[in-house]
C-alpha cells in the first residue's frame, strides 16, 4: 500500500496538470482552474479517512472540516444570510465535521471498506457538486472531477502498490483488489453505500434539471427593492422643473 506522503504527491501532480488542462483547452478561467487543482490534490487524501493509522484520520478530518464549511460559503452568501449568520455557520460546521462526524465515521467504517471503493469515489465528487454554489454548472463540474480524479489516484495507487515485482515472478499482495472495488463482503455496507450514492445521484439530478439561477443574490434584491421604493417615496418635481424635463 502507497504511503501518505506518496499519495500526497501522486494527486498534487494531478492537481496541477489537470487545473493546467481546465485553463487551455477547456477555457476554464484561472482562479477556477487553482481551486479545481487543490480540490484534485485533496481528492487522493480522502480514502485515508478510514485508515487504521490515526495521523491520516486526524488530519484529513481536520481538512475536511475546513473545507466542506469554505465550499458551503458562495451558497451561504447567495442565501442572503448576514456576515455574523455566515461565520457562525461555518464555525459550527467545523466543529461538527471535526469532532462529530469523525467519530461516527471510526465508528462505522473499517479499513479498506466500502469507503476505499469507486462508490465511494463517485459519493465525495457528487457531495463537493451539491455543495459548490456557482451559477455555472460547467464550474461545479470541474470541482466534482477534480475531487474524483484525485480519489481515483488514491485507489489505483493502492492497486499497483498491491503487486509485488521484487521477485522474478510477480506476486499479488493480500490487499490485491482491496482499492478498486464494487462491493465489500458486508453486504449491509455495500447496500448503505449505494443507498448514499442513489440518494445523492437524485439531488444532484433534480438540481441539474433545475433552470440556471441568473437572478441576484436576496441581498441585492433587498436593496434594489429599497432603491426603488426610496424612489417612489420622492416627491414629485415642481410643475415648472418638470416642464423643462
Given amino acids: 500500500m502507497a504511503g501518505f506522503r506518496t499519495h500526497i504527491t501522486v494527486s498534487s501532480a494531478c492537481g496541477v496538470i489537470y487545473g493546467g488542462v481546465a485553463v487551455q483547452p477547456l477555457g476554464f478561467e484561472t482562479d477556477a482552474a487553482v481551486l479545481a487543482a487543490g480540490l484534485t490534490g485533496i481528492g487522493g487524501m480522502l480514502p485515508d479517512l478510514d485508515s487504521d493509522s490515526g495521523v491520516p484520520v486526524r ?121 478498486v472495488k464494487l462491493s465489500s463482503p458486508s453486504l449491509i455496507a455495500t447496500a448503505s453505500c449505494y443507498a448514499m450514492l442513489g440518494g445523492l445521484g437524485y439531488l444532484a439530478y433534480q438540481d441539474y434539471q433545475r433552470p440556471p439561477d441568473d437572478d441576484p443574490p436576496p441581498v441585492e434584491r433587498r436593496r434594489n427593492r429599497r432603491m426603488m421604493s426610496e424612489r417612489e417615496s420622492l416627491p414629485p418635481p415642481p410643475a415648472w422643473r418638470a416642464r423643462h424635463i
Fill in 59 to 179: 488530519e484529513m478530518f481536520g481538512l475536511a472540516a475546513a473545507v466542506l464549511p469554505l465550499l458551503l460559503l458562495p451558497r451561504l452568501v447567495h442565501a442572503g444570510m448576514t456576515r455574523e449568520a455566515i461565520l457562525a455557520t461555518m464555525l459550527f460546521g467545523y466543529i461538527f465535521v471535526r469532532y462529530f462526524v469523525s467519530k461516527v465515521f471510526k465508528k462505522l467504517s473499517v479499513h479498506r471498506g466500502m469507503y476505499h471503493s469507486i462508490p465511494a469515489m463517485f459519493i465525495a465528487g457528487l457531495v463537493v457538486y451539491l455543495c459548490y454554489h456557482s451559477p455555472d454548472r460547467n464550474i461545479r463540474i470541474l470541482m466534482a472531477v477534480g475531487v474524483m480524479i484525485g480519489f481515483a489516484s488514491h485507489l489505483i495507487l493502492d492497486e499497483i502498490y498491491s503487486v509485488d515485482l521484487r521477485g522474478v515472478k510477480i506476486v499479488l499482495k493480500s490487499s490485491a483488489g482491496s482499492a
